[in-house]
């Protein structure tokens, strides 16, 4: 099946009924807003756009499109983060930018991301606890895209790269399987 037909027959309702996110498509309200990305000349028309608000609606989205042969295409972070690739003609984009959370652990020194935080919301909870992290140069960078690509920022010369002081990641894999994988640090 290709994602074209997936289009026009995968039944968007069904998926609807089983995530807590909203689901958009083609004609709804919103639907235009939703498919936009930063760069303006990417017109993209995805079949239908899950704004996600837990795992369970990754986890659900990602299992939908495996069985209904839809192609994925997700989206972390909104804003000036937001690159063409965050959206793809007749592909369900699985929109993360909902997934925001930040818990800070002053005695660890560590802070967890959602998938959809920006910079600046890591700023925002670390700098309470006089803390920061190796990160990029914008406040509305997203953490998942910067880190998953290096992360070079101000302060990476004297703490290494973003992605060196990733501990630990949730992950979705594309048979919608939760894996969280932990780096072994060398003491």
């Not at 995530?19 to 919103?30: F, K, L, S, T």
């Not at 309470?128 to 101000?154: E, N």
């Amino acid at each position: 099946m290709t994602a074209t037909s997936a289009r026009t027959t995968a039944p968007y309702a069904d998926l609807a009924a089983t995530v807590r996110g909203d689901v958009i498509r083609p004609g709804d309200p919103g639907y235009d807003e939703a498919r936009s990305v930063y760069n303006a000349m990417i017109d993209k028309h995805p079949a239908a756009i899950v704004r996600c608000r837990d795992v369970a609606d990754v986890i659900a989205c990602v299992r939908f499109a495996r069985q209904h042969g839809a192609e994925r295409s997700p989206c972390g972070a909104a804003g000036t983060t937001r690159p063409a690739w965050g959206v793809a003609d007749d592909a369900l984009v699985i929109d993360l930018s909902g997934l925001r959370s930040t818990t800070v652990s002053p005695e660890d020194h560590t802070v967890r991301v959602d998938a959809g935080c920006t910079w600046g919301d890591v700023d925002h909870a670390t700098v309470a606890f006089g803390m920061a992290t190796p990160s990029g140069f914008l406040a509305s960078t997203g953490v998942a895209g910067l880190t998953l690509g290096g992360g070079i920022g101000y302060l990476s010369r004297r703490f290494g790269l973003t992605v060196d002081n990733l501990l630990a990641a949730d992950v979705v894999l594309a048979d919608g399987t939760f894996v969280n994988r932990q780096r072994e640090l060398a003491q």
